[in-house]
């Protein structure tokens, strides 16, 4: 590793899992424009010459609205892969994550865990007659259990969140990670349970503002209103047809007559 002062122009941002948010990245140029970059960016060499962007895509783009041409970075000799893990922790590490795209880079980075490390796949070394297997049993490095202890998730968490994205279809995906939904975790579970041309749809819905939660989406759907809290006239509407049917008509009668009603 080194720490050399470099061209902004040498730097390569490829296709980031999370985008950059410029309000933040405004605030990161105003901060910079005082103090300096208080910490480097983080960038590998790539091969033909130049550098591609490891981690701080905020704090570069920052550096770009603070009109500077270099900037200090740290180099590391990173594959790809080692460079995708390296982003992905650093993103994870950031508390104000919503669920789903905690999600998001949760599966991603099971994916790229296990390109690094296949061994730890199903289906991978499952020893020979003197191990019996327990290369496969034990998954000393499994992926779980490697999260859990860099970024302090349980692992029910973390299999909870990836199983999430299996089931959610890109469509979907993409159309609820600027909403309130995004937030939700039971709202993306309700969503993630239904059919993916269902998912879609009622994602687009929310996106739009034309509805504002899974159940709603649900309930126009099936021409049914989406459940709401019962009105008590209502209520006591409901309470006494129940009450009547079940009454013979000699106390019907008996009923009508005793509040002055006409019986017919």
């Known amino acids: 590793m080194s720490v050399e002062l470099l061209n902004l122009s040498e730097i390569t941002v490829a296709d980031r899992l999370r985008s950059v948010d410029e309000d933040w990245a405004k605030a990161i140029a105003q901060s910079i424009e005082i103090n300096g970059l208080m910490e480097p960016i983080v960038v590998r060499p790539v091969k033909g010459g130049g550098y591609a962007l490891v981690a701080g895509a905020h704090r570069f783009r920052g550096l770009e609205l603070a009109g500077l041409d270099e900037a200090e970075c740290k180099i590391l000799d990173l594959t790809e892969a080692e460079a995708r893990l390296a982003e992905i922790d650093e993103n994870l590490m950031r508390r104000e994550m919503s669920a789903l795209d905690r999600a998001v880079f949760l599966a991603e980075r099971k994916r790229v865990y296990e390109e ?10 499952r020893g020979n007659q003197h191990t019996g297997g327990k290369s496969q049993t034990l998954r000393l490095g499994r992926f779980t259990e490697d999260v859990a202890e860099k970024i302090g998730l349980s692992e029910r968490t973390i299999q909870d969140a990836v199983a999430l994205v299996k ?3 890109p469509e979907a995906l993409n159309a609820l990670r600027d909403t309130e939904i995004a937030s939700n975790g039971a709202q993306l579970k309700a969503l993630a349970k239904l059919e993916p041309a269902d998912q879609e749809e009622i994602a687009g819905l929310i996106k739009s503002g034309g509805i504002k939660s899974v159940a709603e989406g649900v309930a126009l759907k099936s021409d049914a209103p989406a459940k709401k809290e019962d009105d008590p006239r209502e209520a006591w509407f409901r309470a006494v047809r129940k009450t009547w049917s079940q009454g013979s008509k000699h106390w ?3 009923f009508l007559e005793e509040i002055g009603a006409e019986f017919k």
């Open 252 to 254: 019907q009668k008996a």
């Open 167 to 169: 089931r959610l279809t």
């Open 116 to 125: 690094l490390h296949p061994e730890t796949v199903h289906g991978g070394d």
